[in-house]
Nanobody, 116 residues
Framework: QVQLVETGGDLVQPGASLRLSCQAS????????MSWYRQTPGKARELVAG????????NYADSVKGRFTISRDNTKNTMYLQMNSLKPEDTAVYYC?????????WGQGTQVTVSS
């Protein structure tokens, strides 16, 4: 079965950096576009970044452009989200997802908290 495991979330101060990882298994990772979403209480899950199956094309929410970088290593079935210049409004649970739109496959999420 599909399994997605996010790691790397932490409590950090504004301006800090974090690197999230998503370890995937149970499907053909290299043939699957992937994405990162985030969610805060009471709000819908929000697309943060997406990446095509070979990593040739990426896209980002306007709120994170220039600060976040999505990448993947298909030899390791792993996707990453490098987050720089973190802001308090980046605080959320970050989720790994198969594809770019809504669907059934999500990780358990990893908490990112940005606070002084």
């Amino acid at each position: 079965q599909v399994q997605l495991v996010e790691t790397g979330g932490d409590l950090v101060q504004p301006g800090a950096s974090l690197r999230l990882s998503c370890q995937a298994s149970g499907f053909l990772f290299s043939n699957t576009a992937m994405s990162w979403y985030r969610q805060t209480p009471g709000k819908a899950r929000e697309l943060v970044a997406g990446i095509t199956r070979a990593g040739g094309t990426t896209n980002y929410a306007d709120s994170v452009k220039g600060r976040f970088t999505i990448s993947r290593d298909n030899t390791k079935n792993t996707m990453y989200l490098q987050m720089n210049s973190l802001k308090p409004e980046d605080t959320a649970v970050y989720y790994c997802h198969t594809g770019l739109g809504a669907g059934p496959n999500w990780g358990q999420g990893t908490q990112v908290t940005v606070s002084s």
